[in-house]
């Protein structure tokens, strides 16, 4: 029964969601609540694998997460859609349900690969120049898309609605909402096993201490790699997922600023914690709702929650337990695999 508990709630879950979504139960403001909720687990979750599990300091998460969103919205518009730019749609909109999932890998893919730029150079830097290094790559992929006229430059790129509207006319659902809810369930499945693995096990060790991981035969380097490209991948779906929620993407919504709200969603939930990266991540989403009519004072307050978090509880809420080590009797009904 362990094993079929957390299945059973995914699916209790989804088919809520989903039900009130069609019985109008839910209105279109809490539906994008939701759909940022899953978002932004996603990306707190996939940067929790580098400065939470692995150790190391990462400040470029937005970059790998912009690039996520032009490719996979770049890849959805030229096969779907009539565009100024790609000319006639290559494929017919029926086909939106099939194509969506791919463009997803698409961008997913191009940000893993996006994820060297970074994992190279940590091979021989640590802590305040890794964050150097990471805070330029993101400068650079910014700056790489304000200067393509062909994608929008600075002005943006948009023409992803339609796809949505594609999907929503083969079969009348709330495709955001179900493939936003998928990636969220898969991003906690992987970086799960992973973690866990006896082979995720040595970026956990890297954090303990680099040299002795070395030392047992731990290919630190490889390990680098994967951790990065894994972190940077989810980013990237992520932003995939954010591009095609807003139909519009603008360079300017993937600066540090941006990182600076992911960085947040880790540390207050504990780095090398994935329940406290989800409980953060909702937690964080409907604090900046409730923000929302202090407009631009509330980009004063989320960079000083950090100086906050850091400067109190620098551990976070979770630390790195998990919550079947805050609450064992779960384990008895619960299998966290």
Known sequence: MQRF?????????????IGMSQGGMID???QSVIMFMGINIILSSSLNIVNGYMGEFSCGHAGFMAVGAYVSSLLSVW????????GPAVLSPEFALVIFPLCLLGGAVAAALAGLLVAIPSFKTRDDYLAIITIASLYIIKSTIENISAIGGPRGFMGMRSTVVFMEDVIELPWMMIWIFICTVFTIWIIRRFVSSTYGKGIIAIRQDEVAAEIM????????VVAFMLSSGLAGLAGGLFAHVLGYVNPGAFGILKTTEIMVMVYLGGMGSLTGSVLSAVLFT???EAM???QIIKWVIVPLMLIILMHFRPEGIMGNRELSDIFPRLRRWIQFK
Not at 5 to 17: M, R, S
Not at 217 to 224: G, L
């Open 5 to 17: 508990t957390v299945p059973i709630l995914l699916a209790a879950l989804f088919a809520g969601l």
């Open 28 to 30: 279109l403001y809490i």
């Open 79 to 86: 096969l779907l859609t009539d565009d100024r730019v790609f």
């Open 217 to 224: 035969s731990v290919n630190t380097n490889k390990m680098k």
């Open 286 to 288: 409907l604090l900046m």
């Open 292 to 294: 929302r009519p202090l």
